[in-house]
């Protein structure tokens, strides 16, 4: 991955600017293979090392980006990343905004449980992604595709 900025937004989405008054920098970043993932876990590792996050803040972030974004591939078509810098003054943080065009999930509820999946994995991708990040959202529209945000803060 080059780390080629893109303008596309996959479907409009409130989480697109969610935290807007805290962010401090955005890089958007495609997803649409493996080697893309592979990108994306280094460069979220390298922000988790820029701002200190504890070793295991920063393994939690980086397997959550591993997870959303094989997702984004996988189940959504591939589409797009927005890696940001957050500060609010007191701390700082790391946002990962996942973007797709694909199918939506219809039950997100039901997606978010362990064990669920529609891919034959272990189904714990959304759920496990969530328990890993301080923040999570999800906004997902049959039709149109998914958002999911996660936020890791440095404590």
């Known amino acids: ?6 303008d596309a937004v996959l479907f409009e989405t409130v989480l697109l600017d969610r935290h807007r008054q805290h962010r401090v920098a955005r890089a958007t970043l495609r997803l649409q293979s493996d080697e893309d ?3 994306l876990r280094k460069q979220v590792r390298e922000r988790a090392v820029a701002i200190a996050l504890s070793l295991v803040d920063q393994t939690k972030l980086v397997t959550a980006a591993s ?3 094989r997702n984004t591939i996988k189940y ?3 589409g797009e990343v927005h890696l940001d810098s957050l500060s609010d003054g007191i701390r ?3 946002g990962l905004l996942f973007i797709d065009g694909g199918p939506g999930i219809p039950d997100v509820e039901t997606a978010l ?4 999946t529609t891919g034959g994995g272990l189904g ?3 759920g496990g992604s969530k328990r890993l990040a301080d923040e999570f959202e999800i906004d997902s ?3 149109e595709g998914t958002a999911v945000l996660v936020v890791k803060w440095k404590r």
Do not use: S
């Open 1 to 6: 991955m080059n780390g080629a900025q893109t």
């Open 37 to 39: 993932v592979v990108g």
């Open 67 to 69: 997870e959303l974004g």
């Open 76 to 78: 959504g078509g591939g």
């Open 92 to 94: 700082q943080g790391i």
């Open 113 to 116: 449980r362990d064990g669920y």
């Open 124 to 126: 714990l991708g959304l």
């Open 141 to 143: 529209r049959p039709g």
